[in-house]
């Protein structure tokens, strides 16, 4: 009896050892989060969170930036041309024509800037055509509140305005904004507003681009060329102008814009970068009304990095400087004197070695300012003093000088 339990003993502690080591494995592979008795819960929340899916983050992104988006309802109001004879205009016939009035509801979208109740949005939204005007213009936060609020400037050439909201108790926190210099094409892009007065909408896609050049209609039927714009697949539709662009941190990386035609392409919208708002919101706050201009310096010169080519061509051996390539007749550049062929060396006072260093230094400088620029010229070195001026509106915001 014995010699037949020995085996069998044998067998079954065999198996019990074989079982648990297999239980070991499986519960290294698999629970692998759970705590042990010495470890730190906390330690095992954070290497979980941060592993979350990219749609957990975007859905955290838009609970951030959500109640901080705001839709913005205007009634306007003015006169309109009309044919007193509706038929005979296809007939050829001249048709007379009177004045009617005319009044009609708009929407866009917008958020919170600051606590002080101020909001961004597009200067298209609250920039009616003609002589339209506001008779009405009201806030409608995350809550259903509808707030009554004013506009405190718009800037066409930049597409960008600030209005306000006073004494509001419930104000949702403000936004932050990203460094849309530090973009990178293909990370997530998440439009959020109002289109087509459809409520707290929201699309997702990807950054696509930098720096696009795009004509946009303006509202009285011209066309402004904006420039600097950021590429989003995240459809645009009308309604969400002025909303913001979130990264998947709910961070802010554009105004929303516009949109390509939906005849010509699809997917392709456009947004103004975080940091064109933010250089545009001191000059908003001091400013009041619609105006024309971009706030940005201007000079009216052509700018190009050196390179071989270039500097055996203007007889320059120096290593520092950009060269001016043309200059503009009647601009800042062209009354300071420069001309094709003379490199800059510093601007006030600052070592310039890049076209994009000498960029950002024209600007920064204030439309007004003089900006001191030491130039090489055919052999010999001077100081030049050129008085900056407001970058036209027609060129839109730059991504030169």
Not at 21 to 31: K, R
Not at 80 to 96: E, F, K
Not at 111 to 134: C, K, Y
Not at 303 to 319: M, V
Request: proline letters at 7%.
């Amino acid at each position: 009896m014995k010699a037949r339990l020995l085996p069998l003993l044998i067998v079954a502690l065999a198996g019990a050892v074989i079982g648990s080591f297999s239980m070991m494995i499986y519960a290294s592979t698999h629970f692998t989060n759970a705590a042990a008795p010495q470890q730190k819960p906390g330690m095992v929340y954070a290497a979980s969170f941060s592993g979350g899916s990219d749609q957990d983050r975007i859905v955290s992104a838009v609970k951030r930036v959500g109640p901080s988006v705001v839709a913005i309802n205007l009634i306007v109001n003015g006169q309109q041309i009309v044919p007193l004879d509706p038929i005979s205009q296809y007939l050829g016939n001249g048709s007379p024509q009177g004045v009617q009035r005319y009044r009609a509801r708009a929407s866009g979208s917008g958020f919170v800037l600051n606590r002080e109740g101020e909001i961004v949005t597009n200067a298209h939204v609250v920039n009616p055509p003609g002589n339209m005007r506001i008779s009405k213009l009201e806030v409608v936060f995350a809550n259903g509140d509808k707030v009554p609020a004013h506009v405190l400037s718009a800037n066409v050439g930049v597409d960008l305005a600030l209005i306000k909201v006073d004494s509001y108790a419930k104000l949702p926190p403000p936004v932050e904004l990203a460094d849309s210099d530090k973009l990178e094409a293909g990370q997530w892009a998440i439009a959020i507003g109002e289109p087509l007065e459809l409520q707290k909408t929201v699309t997702v896609g990807v950054v696509s681009g930098f720096n696009r050049n795009e004509p946009i209609p303006d509202e009285s039927g011209g066309v402004i060329n904006f420039k600097g714009l950021l590429q989003t697949s995240a459809p645009i539709n009308p309604g969400n102008s002025g909303g913001p662009l979130v990264d998947i941190n709910g961070r802010v990386i554009g105004v929303n814009q516009s949109t390509a035609s939906p005849q010509q392409a699809q997917g392709i919208g456009f947004a103004i970068p975080a940091n064109v708002l933010r250089s545009q919101v001191g000059s908003l706050e001091h400013s009041s009304g619609i105006h024309q201009g971009t706030n940005v310096g201007f000079i009216g010169a052509v700018l190009a990095d050196l390179n071989a080519n270039i500097r055996s061509q203007i007889g320059y051996q120096g290593s520092q400087g950009v060269v001016v390539a043309q200059v503009s007749g009647g601009t800042p550049a062209d009354e300071a004197g420069l001309q094709g062929g003379d490199v800059v060396l510093s601007a006030n006072g600052k070592r310039i070695t890049t076209r994009d260093d000498l960029i950002s230094a024209i600007k920064a400088t204030a439309p007004g300012q003089t900006i001191r620029l030491e130039i090489w010229s055919q052999g010999s070195k001077r100081l030049v003093p050129v008085k900056v001026t407001e970058r036209p509106a027609d060129l839109g915001v730059p991504s030169g000088p």
